[in-house]
């Protein structure tokens, strides 16, 4: 047994290039070592390549990516590719980003016995390191439960019980700080400390966020940036570099100031006192076989140009205001009106904008450009007319190439492409559904700004207070289905 | 550098995931997704363009597996449990044989393609019709069996129309597709 | 949106093994194909109609019922005019429209037609699938198999609300000025095929992932798997399955006794 559990030795990334989308490397001669007893936090930008080194460090990549790698990843001294992924889980073991993508059975006690089921230890071993595990992370109780029916914290506590049952040498987590209430996170960490320097364990951790939690222990903190992992003794020298990312909220940083200075709605453009475009009469709603939740709102107006944001805790009925506005939800109850006069179903599909948290569901295509030209098309417009809009839309919302197939672009850049689909569309309304989740500020920006040139109305739904106060007019709370407050800005 | 390990190993957990994420397709195909078809108010559904899309993109013995379960299991959790076994022969086999006929033409050449689509979509309906017939035939006479045969034809003829571009747009729009073929 | 048959509750076939109703459920469903005659079809039906009856209610014997009646209807139009030989029961004009032969036939198909889908009901009605698949592996179907099942019944649920999402979000994918709806310009299939292409594309990506959550479960190694839930036998197991042995008994004598003759 070497003392060092992980080496990274010159190792190089490339994902394979497509037509029209030219892949660059994703990191190039990389360097690591991770120390038994060593608990390292990985720092980076949404799609600093976090998720492609975390799988990578499970032997599942390069797998079928067709990546082209070069280097070595040496676990305890052996070189990773020499065997397969299935044939590393007693030494290597992760909890995806995405808990659903990890998840594969109906049950909470299948699912955390099964790592061990393929190993082949003891049923009545398995159990009583269940019990254990589950008690650990507090998700007793729930073992007949569907994993897939527990809240996002829920499932994350769920994955660590299943990797504490697995008990591997090598614990690689991607993003598990996200979802976790405070109290988890502290629990988290202070677990994953003790983890490391009791057992002798290594434990890295992705984030992509600096948490103020992270000061409290004292740890290794490295940064992902441009297919490197940087390092700094200092502490001061290293926020300063993490501040340069995004990933450490600083006040100064803002939409309306910086480089997006003088482009704040505010003051001078608030909208004069016309009618609301959109306005919401006693509506009430509720999902069918969903006993427990119920939207019940008085009035609710918005006007042309205004921005408002919509906050509150999770399950409070934001995203289900946002649905009915654009015609996704029939209310039980109630009037929409738009412009005055009440609108179905129809008229609200081609009124409004909803950005989803997932950009996919939107695009099909097979080119980026055939994407934006829909349309247009659809509006009548000739194709020359076309060209110049698409070129515009393009260069405004920073996308790649439009011979590029949409879905194989980045996550932040079919993201700027569902905001330039909607661009390109006459609307009434926008709403941006979560739309900052995953994304780097700028992509977030960039798709703000651009989207509020149009000056129409525009709905945000955020849990960020950084995005929430960056442009908006309005501030309205929500809680338990029900407006609770508002806020003038 | 490649990987130096055995490849099957990791095949394996391929294979699997690809049939199980193709049976919850054709599921949602058959179950959830209905073309209304308007002049007999009566609907079909898209289980054979799933099938057809599996057996060109992933080969005859995905869609063998996939379409047979697919199908079967939506008829298990539709409440029409009596015919799930018949379904899964009789989709299970039509997509065997449209993957096999699509593997030994290949997707290279038009005039090949045509022919393909053409005997996959024959074969296809015969297999998949014919032994809804003869097994209807048995429990409950070959009267009323003949009366589903034009359903039937009709489901495999939006296969052939639906399945054939879907799959052609699903290759263009996502390139990775074609080397999931085994 | 989706859910299955199963429905739970404190009856004697619920609590039946399931090994024991997938041994049963074929032999039962042969007796339904031996030329047994009329009289033997229809009793046989009825004894499961009185079975759902008394284990689950009147109101579940409708349910299948409701289901397959369009079809007992054809099968009542469509058969007598198939089987014109025997005694004429009713004539008009000189055709014949049924005959005492074809009243038989048709009373078996529906018999038969109906005791099938009853049987089946029953079985799914009261057997949880994953005990039907644990029922299965003990009668050592390979563990991949009965994998590739769970996870598609994880997945179905998943890819139906996939399928929702994404023909919301193309509802959305036209502007105030457009010519026309766009939805109605393309008619019905043409409406649904870029929402098909987008539910394709997006189950197609989930491949690759869900291949690697498959590997890191270990799924490939070569020792072999252990298991942590099995079936639990009912208490009364040995009760079961005397009842099963002497219901196989009357069977095999039923048939004896056919052949016999």
């Not at chain 1, 019980?161 to 629990?187: K, S, V």
């Not at chain 1, 042309?304 to 999770?314: F, K, Q, R, S």
């Not at chain 1, 030209?373 to 070129?391: C, D, M, N, P, Y």
């Not at chain 2, 014919?130 to 035939?137: H, P």
């Amino acid at each position: 047994m070497t003392d060092n559990l992980l080496e990274i030795r010159n190792y190089s990334f490339q994902f394979p290039s497509y037509p029209g989308l030219e892949s660059r490397p994703l990191f190039s001669s990389l360097d690591f070592t991770l120390k038994r007893g060593e608990l390292c936090i990985i720092l980076g930008a949404p799609e600093s390549g976090k998720t492609t080194l975390a799988r990578c460090l499970t032997a599942v990549y390069p797998g079928m990516t067709r990546a082209e790698v070069s280097g070595s990843i040496l676990l305890d001294g052996q070189a990773l590719q020499t065997r397969s992924a299935c044939d590393w889980i007693e030494t290597v073991g992760t909890v995806f980003q995405d808990p659903e993508e990890q998840i594969i059975t109906t049950r909470c006690d299948d699912e955390a016995a099964m790592v061990l089921e393929s190993i082949g230890r003891e049923a009545g071993d398995i159990r009583k390191k269940r019990a254990c595990a589950f008690s650990r992370f507090s998700i007793e109780g729930k073992e007949e439960r569907d994993p897939l029916s527990l809240s996002g914290g829920e499932k994350k506590r769920l994955l660590l019980a299943a990797l504490e049952m697995q008990n591997p040498d090598l614990w690689i987590l991607d993003e598990t700080l996200d979802e976790l209430d405070r109290e988890g996170q502290e629990f988290l960490l202070t677990y994953l400390v003790s983890l490391a320097a009791e057992q002798q364990k290594g434990v890295i951790l992705f984030a992509s966020k600096y948490r103020d939690i992270f000061d409290s222990v004292r740890v290794r903190k490295a940064l992902l940036r441009e297919g490197h992992l940087h390092e700094e003794e200092d502490a001061g020298t290293f926020r300063d570099l993490l501040a340069g990312e995004g990933l450490i909220h600083t006040d100064r940083e803002t939409l309306s100031s910086g480089k997006y200075a003088g482009e704040h709605p505010g003051d001078n453009t608030e909208p004069n006192d016309q009618v609301g475009v959109y306005e919401l009469r006693d509506i009430s709603f509720s999902y069918p076989g969903k006993g427990d939740f119920s939207l019940h709102l008085d009035s609710f107006s918005i006007k042309e140009g205004e921005i408002v944001v919509l906050a509150g805790p999770n399950g409070c009925g934001k995203s289900t205001l946002a649905r009915i506005l654009c015609g996704l939800l029939t209310p039980d109850k109630g009037e929409v009106l738009l412009k005055g006069s009440p609108a179905v179903k129809e008229e609200l599909n081609r009124n409004g904008a909803y950005l989803f948290q997932n950009p996919d569901y939107q695009l099909f295509l097979p080119t980026v450009e055939e994407e934006l030209a829909l349309g247009l098309k659809h509006r009548g417009l000739k194709k020359s007319e076309q060209k110049g809009r698409i070129a515009d839309a393009m260069d405004l919302f920073n996308l790649p190439s439009g011979e590029a197939p949409p879905a194989l672009l980045s996550f932040g850049a079919r993201k700027r492409l569902q905001g330039a689909i909607y661009y390109l569309l006459e609307k009434n309304l926008y709403i941006l559904d979560e739309a900052d989740s995953g994304l780097s500020f700028s992509d977030y920006g960039c798709i703000v700004r651009e989207l509020m040139r149009k000056g129409t109305a525009m709905i945000i739904i955020s849990h960020d207070p950084k995005v929430q106060q960056m442009a908006a007019h309005r501030v309205v709370e929500m809680k338990n289905g029900r407006i609770i407050g508002e806020k003038r800005l | 550098m490649e990987n130096q390990t055995d490849k099957s190993k990791q095949n394996l957990a391929f294979r699997i995931a690809a049939i199980a994420v193709l049976t919850a397709l054709t599921t949602v195909c058959t179950m959830i997704i209905r073309v209304p078809v308007t002049p007999t108010r009566g609907y079909i559904n898209l289980a054979d363009v799933a099938i057809f899309f599996t057996a060109m993109t992933f080969g005859p013995f995905t869609a063998l597996a996939a379409g047979g379960l697919g199908t079967a299991l939506a008829d298990i959790l539709g409440g029409y449990a009596q015919w799930a076994p018949i379904t899964f022969f009789a989709h299970g086999v039509q997509g065997l044989v449209i993957g096999l006929i699509f593997k030994t033409s290949g997707t290279e050449e038009k005039g090949k393609m045509v022919m393909a689509l053409v005997i996959s979509f024959i074969l296809g309906t015969l297999i998949m019709a014919g032994t809804y017939f003869v097994t209807g035939g048995l429990m409950y006479g070959f009267g009323a069996a003949a009366t589903e045969i034009p359903g039937n034809i009709l489901q495999n003829v939006a296969g052939v129309v639906l399945g054939f571009p879907l799959y052609l747009a699903v290759k263009k729009a996502y390139p990775p597709i074609a080397g999931y073929r085994w | 949106m989706i859910d299955t048959l199963y429905r739970d509750a404190p009856s004697a076939l619920h609590r039946y093994d399931s090994r024991l109703k997938l041994f049963l459920l074929p032999l039962l469903l042969i007796i339904f194909f031996l030329p047994l005659g009329t009289a033997a079809v229809c009793a046989y039906t009825l004894t499961f109609i009185l079975l759902t009856m008394a284990v689950l209610g009147f109101r579940e014997v409708l349910m299948p019922l409701k289901a397959i009646f369009p079809l007992l209807i054809l099968i009542t139009i469509l058969t007598p005019f198939f089987h014109r030989a025997g005694e004429p029961l009713l004539e008009t004009g000189g055709i014949v429209l049924l005959t005492d032969e074809g009243a038989a036939e048709t009373l078996v198909y529906i018999a038969r037609f109906s005791g099938i889908s009853l049987l089946f009901f029953l079985f799914f009605r009261t057997t949880a699938m994953e005990n039907i698949l644990l029922g299965l592996s003990w009668y050592r179907l390979p563990y991949n198999m009965t994998l590739v099942i769970s996870i598609a019944l994880r997945y179905i649920p998943h890819l139906a609300g996939l399928y929702g999402q994404i023909k919301a979000a193309h509802a959305l994918r036209c502007g105030i000025n457009d010519e026309l709806p766009c939805r109605r310009k393309r008619g019905r299939i043409g409406g649904l095929f870029p929402i098909l292409v987008s539910l394709v594309i997006q189950s197609v990506k989930t491949i690759p992932t869900l291949t690697m959550a498959l590997e890191l479960k270990g799924i490939g190694r070569s020792n072999p798997r252990s298991r942590c839930r099995r079936l639990e036998s009912p208490a009364n197991i040995r009760m079961q399955l005397f009842f099963t042995l002497v219901l196989l008994v009357l069977m095999l004598s039923a048939l004896v006794v056919f052949l016999t003759n």
